[in-house]
């Protein structure tokens, strides 16, 4: 498949079951016996993007004299906790100005499908995308939202579920026009929670 990384899958495995004896589980019971391959073929799927450029999938594009925003609004995404290894869930909002040329749809949704497969931080995934629909698509300016429920805040540490943490990043006129950033927040917020 185009983008599969390749990881060490014995390598982890060997490192899970180690966990599961560190944390004073027996890794030959039944119910954790496969465990470490399982969590190898899932950290291949989840890791994926590091074996990938994400902003490939900007180039196949059409040109069109459109100049108005293009807004993909609630774009599942799910990643991993570059500090703790805990998913962090939620959705992608994201727009951009065209200068000439447009993309698919779907690329968008694999723009930050590609950027979330990685160890992430929330702010760094939202920075990629909005550089990527700016800089790679070369884009009069681009906009992201991104809301999501972090395991490391609801399951361990200050254990509060249901905070949610949205972070947003604008490139081009949506930063020099407040009017315009406006409007594409207001068309981003009739979706959200």
């Excluded at 969590?39 to 100049?67: I, K, N, W």
């Excluded at 995308?129 to 698509?137: F, G, Q, V």
């Excluded at 884009?139 to 972070?167: F, L």
């Amino acid at each position: 498949m185009p983008g599969e990384h390749e990881v060490d899958r014995a390598r982890i495995g060997r490192a899970v079951r180690e966990i599961l004896i560190g944390i004073g589980e027996n890794p030959d019971r039944e119910g954790v016996l496969g465990t470490p391959e399982r969590v190898a073929e899932a950290y291949a799927h989840l890791f994926s993007g590091l074996g990938e450029d994400p902003t490939r999938h900007l180039e196949v594009g059409f040109m069109e004299s459109a100049r108005d925003t293009v807004l993909v609004r609630d774009i599942p995404l799910a990643s991993l906790c570059e500090h703790h290894l805990l998913p962090f869930v939620g959705k992608a909002h994201l727009g951009y100005a065209p200068n000439g040329r447009v993309v698919g749809l779907s690329k968008l949704a694999r723009l930050v499908e590609g950027y979330a497969r990685r160890p992430q931080l929330q702010e760094r995934l939202t920075a990629q995308i909005a550089d990527a629909l700016y800089e790679s698509l070369g884009s009069r300016g681009s906009i992201v939202v991104i809301e999501a429920d972090h395991s490391c805040m609801t399951m361990r540490g200050v254990q509060k579920p249901g905070s949610v943490t949205v972070t947003s990043a604008v490139r081009g006129i949506y930063e020099a026009d407040e009017a315009l950033r406006s409007e594409a927040l207001a068309l981003i917020s009739r979706g959200t929670r």
